[in-house]
Nanobody
C-alpha cells in the first residue's frame, strides 16, 4: 500500500504563486510516475502535469510555462510550483501515483487540496 499526503493548497490572488507538495509513503514500492490532476465542480478530473523518477515531464497546455512539476526521489515527494495563477486555476488538486509493488502496478490518489485564485 502507498499513502499520499498532500500539502500547500490555499487562497491566492490572481498573478500570485503557490506550491503544492505530495509525499508518498509505504514499503516495498517503487514509483513509475507521479502526477497532479485537478477537478472543478461538475467537471471530470483534468491532468495538470506528470513526472517520472528520471525527470521526464508533461504538462497540460493550459499550465505550460506557468507551472513546474519536480520530484525528489530520495523522499518520494513531488511538488507543483504554480506561478501566474489565474481564477480558472481554481480547483481541487489531486496527487496521483503509479507505483510498482511486487511486479504489479497500482494507482493511488491523494485526498485533494483546494486551490482558490481570487481577489
Amino acid at each position: 500500500q502507498v499513502q499520499l499526503e498532500e500539502s500547500g493548497g490555499g487562497l491566492v490572488q490572481p498573478g500570485g504563486s503557490l506550491t503544492l507538495s505530495c509525499a508518498a509513503s509505504g514499503s516495498g514500492f517503487s514509483i513509475n510516475m507521479m502526477a497532479w490532476y485537478r477537478q472543478t465542480p461538475g467537471k471530470g478530473r483534468e491532468l495538470v502535469a506528470t513526472i517520472t523518477p528520471k525527470g521526464m515531464t508533461n504538462y497540460a497546455d493550459s499550465v505550460k510555462d506557468r507551472f513546474t512539476i519536480s520530484i525528489l526521489n530520495t523522499k518520494n515527494t513531488v511538488s507543483l510550483q504554480m506561478n501566474s495563477l489565474k481564477p480558472e486555476d481554481t480547483a481541487v488538486y489531486y496527487c496521483y501515483c503509479n507505483a510498482a509493488i511486487r511486479y504489479s502496478n497500482f494507482l493511488y490518489w491523494g485526498q485533494g487540496t483546494q486551490v482558490t485564485v481570487s481577489s
